[in-house]
């Protein structure tokens, strides 16, 4: 699980010019506009990161006029999302610790995302019926849900020197095939999904003649690629039909993930595409501020992509993030 609530340090407090009243602080990766002389630079603060849902409590009321939500899908409370405040991104919020006397024993870098009843804001990703969930995912069948780079900035260190491949994040929604022993399923993120005819998810399976390219293979497989296409997350591609891009190819006997050349070729060969390449290297030298760059940009279609990918092309889930386009963010609507 994400953790979107944690303990941190405040690790630089700037001011932010022709303003009187707000700062902006620095915490792990990201930037936060503040209240003036809130913070020092030392303090302990919580920080609630970008997609937390934060439940009704008197301590976020000042968030009531910008940030109320009450839906069917989320519920009542309040969310936090990217913002530019006084020209500067602001993303995520921080608290001073004194705040919350119930986190006593917790230290800085504990995640404290259930103590404060804090979830994730939830947006459907398909505008329909996706399909009769079956069950939870199988055990063992991965989940995909990469780690922002700004919350584990650790992973740039990791990366350095390896090399790499930096692919598309597409904007659609995580789809699963596994072929093992001689069956075939379908996943969404969470659950498995009953085939039949007006299923999303076995979308992948039936325009790719999957079912009968996977049991020739004679190998247990997990695919996992992201469906895009018209109903789903606003269709940002303008996809006629539907598409669907791997990005994990994992080995199910060994319990391990394919190199992305070998996953590349194998895509080919069963006419499925893979995540658009962008980047690709010997040597990864990246740096935050770079990446974030190289996060901005458009599909073919003019509209902002989501974002990147970054992965080391040997051992593509030794050190894995994406970074997202903070053009998108900004202009993300509920």
Same mark, same amino acid.
């Given at each position: 699980?994400?953790?979107?609530?944690?303990?941190? *340090?405040?690790?630089?407090?700037?001011?932010?010019?022709?303003?009187?009243?707000?700062?902006?602080?620095?915490?792990?990766?990201?930037?936060?506009?503040?209240? *003036?002389?809130?913070?020092?630079?030392?303090?302990? +603060?919580?920080?609630?990161?970008?997609? #937390?849902?934060?439940?009704?409590?008197?301590?976020?009321?000042?968030?009531?006029?910008? #940030? /109320?939500?009450?839906?069917?899908?989320?519920?009542?409370?309040?969310?936090? *999302?990217?913002?530019?405040?006084?020209?500067?991104? #602001?993303?995520?919020?921080?608290?001073?610790?004194?705040?919350?006397?119930?986190?006593?024993?917790?230290?800085?870098?504990?995640?404290?995302?259930?103590?404060?009843?804090?979830?994730?804001?939830?947006?459907?990703?398909? +505008?329909?019926?996706?399909?009769?969930?079956?069950?939870?995912?199988?055990?063992? &069948?991965?989940? #995909?849900?990469?780690?922002?780079?700004?919350?584990?900035?650790?992973?740039?260190?990791? !990366?350095?020197?390896?090399?790499?491949?930096?692919?598309?994040?597409?904007?659609?929604? =995580?789809? &699963?095939?596994?072929?093992?022993?001689?069956?075939?399923?379908?996943?969404?993120?969470?659950?498995? &999904?009953?085939?039949?005819?007006?299923? !999303?998810?076995?979308?992948?399976?039936? &325009?790719?003649? !999957?079912?009968?390219?996977?049991?020739?293979?004679?190998?247990?497989?997990?695919?996992?690629?992201?469906?895009?296409?018209?109903?789903?997350?606003?269709?940002?591609?303008?996809?006629?039909?539907?598409?669907?891009?791997?990005?994990?190819?994992?080995?199910?006997?060994?319990?391990? /993930?394919?190199?992305?050349?070998?996953?590349?070729?194998?895509?080919? =060969?069963?006419?499925?595409?893979?995540?658009?390449?962008? +980047?690709?290297?010997?040597?990864?030298?990246? =740096?935050?501020?770079?990446?974030?760059?190289?996060?901005?940009? *458009?599909?073919?279609?003019?509209?902002?992509?989501?974002?990147?990918?970054?992965?080391?092309?040997?051992?593509?889930?030794?050190?894995?993030?994406?970074?997202?386009?903070?053009?998108?963010?900004?202009?993300?609507?509920?």
């Amino acid at each position: 699980m994400r953790a979107l609530v944690t303990i941190q *340090k405040i690790q630089a407090v700037e001011p932010i010019e022709e303003s009187d009243f707000l700062e902006q602080a620095q915490v792990m990766g990201w930037s936060c506009v503040v209240k *003036k002389e809130e913070f020092r630079t030392g303090d302990e +603060a919580v920080y609630f990161e970008v997609d #937390s849902f934060l439940p009704v409590d008197e301590r976020y009321e000042f968030l009531r006029k910008t #940030s /109320y939500r009450n839906n069917e899908d989320n519920g009542e409370g309040f969310r936090i *999302k990217t913002l530019r405040l006084r020209g500067q991104l #602001s993303q995520g919020l921080l608290l001073p610790r004194v705040l919350f006397p119930e986190l006593g024993e917790f230290e800085v870098g504990d995640d404290v995302t259930e103590p404060l009843g804090v979830k994730k804001w939830y947006i459907p990703e398909t +505008a329909s019926g996706a399909g009769t969930i079956i069950g939870d995912r199988p055990s063992g &069948i991965p989940a #995909s849900d990469e780690i922002r780079l700004q919350s584990a900035l650790e992973l740039l260190d990791q !990366l350095q020197g390896r090399p790499y491949y930096i692919t598309t994040k597409m904007d659609g929604t =995580s789809c &699963i095939v596994y072929c093992i022993d001689g069956k075939i399923g379908c996943c969404s993120r969470n659950h498995e &999904i009953k085939d039949e005819d007006d299923a !999303l998810y076995w979308v992948p399976v039936k &325009i790719y003649g !999957l079912r009968e390219k996977l049991l020739a293979l004679g190998k247990n497989v997990v695919l996992t690629g992201e469906l895009c296409g018209p109903g789903i997350q606003k269709n940002k591609l303008r996809l006629p039909g539907y598409a669907w891009y791997i990005f994990d190819w994992k080995d199910w006997d060994t319990q391990t /993930y394919v190199p992305y050349l070998d996953m590349v070729r194998f895509c080919e =060969s069963i006419g499925v595409p893979p995540v658009p390449l962008e +980047a690709a290297g010997d040597r990864f030298s990246d =740096s935050l501020a770079g990446l974030l760059e190289k996060a901005r940009g *458009k599909y073919p279609s003019g509209l902002d992509k989501e974002g990147i990918v970054v992965r080391d092309s040997v051992s593509p889930h030794a050190t894995s993030f994406k970074v997202l386009n903070n053009d998108a963010l900004l202009k993300e609507k509920d």
